[in-house]
């Protein structure tokens, strides 16, 4: 056993520090390094389950068990609750160095090892801005209320999020006008077969949804879109006008990670790509031999789109939490860890669930658009309840609000 004190601190709870932060825990709890404890700090009071997003904005009830506490995550490996050693501190992040973070209220909060999973931000309603647990669930009904009065709504982006909103508010309000315009010339990402494209526009009609592809859509500047009821027109490349009395801007995501500007002066160099993306190496360390002891998963850093997917962050905060442990456990065996990269294999599966009952499928060398078993696939595995099942597996300790 170990008696080292040793302090990992983890900014960003979200799918990849979740999986990192309760790996190691469970790693701590089981004996040998009784002194290693962590620390937890996000911008949020919660975690949003921001997958089930899409069935939230046209179920009210749903919407209400995609919120988390964080302050309970690691309450379940604390060897005496009574006494935890374990703890989630509320805060922005301002800046890194070495061995320290400084939070926007003035805290700073030293480490051994520190795991920078901040993640990137959607727009609403694929995300929610509200920083403490009351106000976001008063933003996620604030967001329904709104869809359900809206008659016409019209959804910017044609993506996997994009679509699963559309096909959600066709489905439960078929007498609405939903509108979806895409600026590609097939939906969801490029790396899947355009016969996935096919199916779903397809399915998006039978649901009541009109598409548009190959169309740009000018958004004036300073126009926000925060899922409030606001007759609008807008104007795609073609000439054609869209009005509707709710937009939402399914398109990309930000990264903020001004945090890094510190370290990158002490550095002299820069540490982010032209997006914003941290820069790691192939073990997902941060990509400079003087700050081994930081690791950067998830849709922060600067993979490429295909690991920027759920399941591929939870991929990575797998391999980051084996290789912190492999160097906390370096100076007990007198050798130098042994690390392993993480396989950087992209997404190559996707599932879209069209409402309730229809969807698509790609993946085990299947592309199930038009095929009934698309409908099978993506209802069955992730229409049912968009993982919250499984989600609610990181969260055994939940407060009821």
Not at 89 to 112: C, K, Y
Not at 233 to 251: F, K, M, P, V, W
Request: some cysteine.
């Amino acid at each position: 056993m170990s008696a080292r004190e040793i302090h990992v601190v983890i900014v960003g709870v979200s799918v990849a520090g979740i999986k990192v932060a309760k790996t190691l825990a469970t790693f701590s709890k089981s004996g040998g390094y009784p002194n290693l404890r962590i620390t937890l700090i996000d911008r949020n009071a919660y975690h949003y389950h921001a997958l089930g997003a899409p069935r939230s904005i046209v179920d009210k009830e749903f919407g209400k068990k995609l919120i988390f506490p964080l302050s309970t995550l690691l309450t379940s490996h604390e060897v005496d609750p009574y006494s935890p050693k374990h703890q989630f501190i509320q805060g922005e992040l301002t800046s890194v160095t070495a061995n320290t973070v400084s939070l926007s209220d003035g805290q700073t909060v030293s480490f051994d090892y520190l795991v920078l999973a901040t993640g990137s931000r959607n727009k609403l309603p694929a995300n929610l801005r509200s920083q403490s647990i009351a106000e976001a669930q008063e933003e996620a009904a604030r967001m329904f209320d709104n869809i359900a009065q809206a008659q016409s709504i019209l959804i910017v982006g044609g993506g996997a999020v994009g679509v699963e909103m559309a096909g959600e508010i066709g489905h439960a309000y078929p007498d609405k006008t939903v509108t979806l315009v895409h600026s590609a010339g097939r939906l969801l990402p490029l790396n899947f077969k355009p016969a996935l494209s096919d199916g779903v526009v397809s399915k998006l009609k039978r649901v009541g949804v009109t598409v548009y592809l190959n169309e740009k859509v000018s958004i004036p500047t300073g126009t926000t879109f925060d899922c409030s009821i606001r007759p609008l027109t807008l104007y795609g490349a073609s000439g054609r006008e869209y009005t509707s009395d709710l937009q939402i801007l399914a398109t990309g995501t930000q990264l903020h990670t001004e945090y890094m500007e510190t370290l990158e002066s002490a550095l002299g160099t820069s540490l982010r790509d032209s997006r914003g993306g941290i820069k790691v190496n192939g073990y997902l360390q941060l990509d400079s031999p003087k700050f081994t002891n930081i690791f950067v998963p998830g849709d922060v850093n600067n993979l490429p789109a295909g690991a920027k997917f759920a399941l591929k962050a939870a991929e990575q905060g797998a391999s980051v939490a084996q290789n912190l442990i492999a160097l906390i456990k370096a100076p007990e065996t007198g050798r130098p860890a042994v690390l392993k990269p993480w396989d950087g294999s992209l997404m190559s599966m996707i599932l879209v669930p069209i409402g309730r009952n229809l969807g698509v499928f790609q993946g085990m060398g299947m592309t199930l658009g038009h095929s009934w078993w698309g409908d099978v696939m993506a209802r069955n595995m992730k229409g049912k309840d968009y993982f919250l099942s499984q989600k609610e597996k990181d969260f055994p300790i939940r407060k009821t609000f």
